[in-house]
């Protein structure tokens, strides 16, 4: 487990841009937080980190967005709007995870029984002004890409 504190937006993005710099390998990432807790704001960091130049937006009516980067496929789900797990299988929601992407998953519960178990689970929470991230390993991928940011830290 590891946990931070992040003072405002722009350490949420920098907080995404070093953890996509930890994840060495292919990754499952789920996101967990109130609306507002700064999901798409650590999701930005994350492919901004990962070398993409334009805006990273929400796809809270899209169900997904993609982004081709040089090295790797990065997929953000915002699965809030979500009305039945099944419309994940419709929309082929198994080609996503690959040996060459990350895949971000925001409301991961509304997805239950459909989506692979996490490498990585990621809970914002708020603190006064602040929030608190915490990750949770759930694979050996998980641990690595902690081990990774506890390293840089």
């Excluded at 060495?24 to 967990?32: P, V």
């Excluded at 492919?47 to 953000?76: A, N, R």
Aim: with cysteine; hydrophobic share 35%.
């Amino acid at each position: 487990m590891f946990k931070a504190i992040l003072v405002d937006d722009l350490a949420t993005v920098e907080f995404g841009r070093k953890l996509s710099q930890c994840c060495e390998q292919a990754s499952c990432i789920f996101l967990y937080g109130d609306l507002g807790a700064g999901k798409t704001t650590l999701t930005r960091g994350f492919v901004q980190g990962l070398g993409h130049q334009g805006k990273v937006k929400s796809p809270t009516y899209t169900l997904v967005e993609p982004y081709e980067l040089p090295q790797w496929q990065v997929f953000h789900f915002d699965l809030y709007r979500l009305g039945d797990p099944e419309e994940l299988e419709f929309m082929g929601i198994r080609d996503y995870f690959s040996d060459t992407s990350h895949c971000l998953i925001e409301w991961p519960d509304k997805g239950q029984g459909v989506l692979p178990e996490p490498d990585l689970r990621i809970e914002l929470k708020y603190s006064g002004e602040q929030r608190e991230v915490e990750l949770i390993s759930c694979s050996t991928v998980g641990q690595q890409i902690i081990s990774n940011l506890e390293s840089i830290e």
